[in-house]
């Protein structure tokens, strides 16, 4: 048992021999979940990191300092346009409970680095997670209705020309924290589907 090494299938122990502190069996290295990809697997550490491998050295996925002050200054904005009315940010969909949630109208994935934090496509929401709340109910599991009322937004679709249906009334974002009336015979050409 003590000459297994890495990356050979661990063999059957011998009955009466048990694992324990002093017979630690050795782990065996696992290969990276997909190429490219680095995976530290040691003991006693933080929990695995995914990395990758660029140019001889590992890079880790961390967002750099602009995107960090981006992400911190769009959902202030979000949260402040959410408070205006009352000091206290309420839902900017059914305005009944506090907003808990940061609501990207348009999913990350599918946005310009200009329109991931931009102040136009986020929504105060309340809810946790993709199952409660507005956020989860209202938003993810009836994305129709979220389409429809500008919670959600297309990939082809500018969020500062969608119209939002917000606490009943229909107004548009701009990426300084404020917002527009937007009556319901006001339909951008973008919003024909």
């Known amino acids: 048992m003590?000459?297994?090494?890495?990356?050979?299938?661990?063999?059957?122990?011998?009955?009466?021999?048990?694992?324990?502190?002093?017979?630690?069996?050795?782990?065996?290295?696992?290969?990276?979940?997909?190429?490219g990809v680095a995976v530290a697997d040691s003991v006693g550490r933080s929990p695995r990191r995914c990395a990758v491998k660029r140019g001889g050295r590992i890079k880790t996925k961390r967002p750099t300092a602009d995107t960090r002050r981006a992400e911190e200054s769009a959902r202030l904005a979000v949260w402040a346009r959410a408070s205006r009315e009352t000091g206290i940010a309420w839902c900017e969909v059914c305005g009944d409970r506090q907003a808990t949630e940061y609501q990207h109208r348009k999913a990350k994935t599918h946005c310009?680095?200009?329109?991931?934090?931009?102040?136009?496509?986020?929504?105060?929401?309340?809810?946790?997670?993709?199952?409660?709340?507005?956020?989860?109910?209202?938003?993810?599991?009836q994305p129709t209705e979220a389409y429809a009322n500008g919670w959600s937004v297309l990939s082809g679709q500018d969020p500062r020309k969608k119209r939002v249906l917000r606490r009943g009334e229909w107004v548009r974002f701009d990426d300084q924290?404020?917002?527009t009336p937007a009556p319901d015979e006001d339909v951008d050409e973008s919003e024909v589907a």
């Open 2 to 35: 003590l000459g297994v090494r890495h990356g050979q299938a661990e063999a059957a122990m011998p009955a009466g021999q048990r694992r324990g502190p002093d017979r630690a069996v050795p782990r065996v290295l696992r290969p990276p979940p997909c190429p």
């Open 112 to 141: 310009t680095p200009a329109e991931r934090w931009a102040v136009s496509n986020g929504l105060a929401v309340c809810g946790h997670g993709n199952y409660s709340g507005c956020h989860g109910k209202r938003i993810h599991q």
């Open 177 to 179: 924290g404020g917002m």
